[in-house]
């Protein structure tokens, strides 16, 4: 970062690290990058339920088995069905509104883990940087990755309820259900037997939510075992936290 603001603006670039140290500065790029990453999945999560509402707006008369343990139980709504999808991304859309807070307070001026002597304004950067207020001790805020775990918390609880949605996709497609039909482009044949339709996507999702389920794994691993302050360790922070990002904007 330093080097390509040093070709963007000169001289002035290389002051980037007064009163800096890596370790700070690096905490500080990952909860900038992590908030527009957040920032981008919640607009991704908007535009799925605004599609669930306006299906269910179309099936509101639309009667559909429910079931409990798999069995035929009372009758529903396709609407309905839909609207509990529609509630389980509210919860996800609200836990990532309130990780984001977390996210948003600014470590730098830390240093390496006991501040700095220069008579820097951490409140006037915080502001600039769009940061809602600057982390408390520095200690805490050069090692610190809750953050980055609870993000992947909510990332799990997001693939979770998308595994779910396309479990119930690969019932309902099936010549036992027969309830929906998805777009061949969605699908695959098979190989050798020229009747299958295969709704490849939903098992896809359904796959891909194990990946999140061991980022986040890896990232409470990761940190178990660290004392204060900053350690080496924490490199390994970066490969659990941009392929839950990476997952779920995929998904």
């Known amino acids: 970062i330093e080097s390509r603001l040093t070709q963007r603006i000169g001289i002035t670039g290389k002051k980037l690290h007064t009163g800096r140290s890596r370790n700070d500065q690096v905490a500080t790029d990952i909860r900038l990058y992590l908030r527009d990453e957040i920032d981008d999945i919640l607009g991704l999560l908007e535009r799925l339920q605004k599609g669930l509402l306006g299906l269910a707006a179309k099936n509101v008369n639309t009667i559909m088995p429910g079931f409990t ?19 389980m991304l509210v919860r996800d859309t609200e836990r990532l509104q309130d990780c984001r807070k977390r996210v948003n307070r600014m470590p730098l001026g830390s240093a390496a883990l006991a501040g700095t ?8 950067t915080a502001e600039l940087l769009g940061f809602e207020a600057v982390s408390e001790n520095s200690l805490d805020a050069v090692s610190d990755r809750d953050f980055a775990i609870e993000f992947n918390a909510a990332a799990s609880l997001i693939m979770m309820h998308l595994s779910r949605m396309s479990e119930e996709l690969i019932l309902w497609t099936s010549a036992q259900f027969k309830f929906v039909n998805i777009p061949d482009r969605f699908c695959t044949g098979s190989s050798i037997m020229p ?7 939903p098992e896809l ?28 360790d924490n ?9 839950a990002i990476d997952t779920v904007r995929g998904s």
């Not at 999702?205 to 080496?232: C, E, H, W």
């Not at 490199?235 to 392929?243: G, S, Y």
Request: glycine letters at 8%; a positive charge; proline letters at 7%.
């Open 69 to 87: 343990h798999l069995q035929t139980a009372q009758p529903v709504t396709f609407g309905h069905h839909l609207l509990a999808w529609f509630e």
């Open 117 to 124: 002597t220069y008579p820097i304004d951490r409140a006037y």
């Open 235 to 243: 490199q390994e922070d970066k490969e659990p936290l941009f392929d």
């Open 205 to 232: 999702i359904r796959g891909k939510s194990g990946r999140v389920f061991g980022d986040l794994v890896s990232l409470l691993t990761l940190m178990k075992g660290q004392p204060l302050a900053y350690n080496k």
């Open 195 to 201: 009747q299958k339709k295969n709704p490849d996507v």
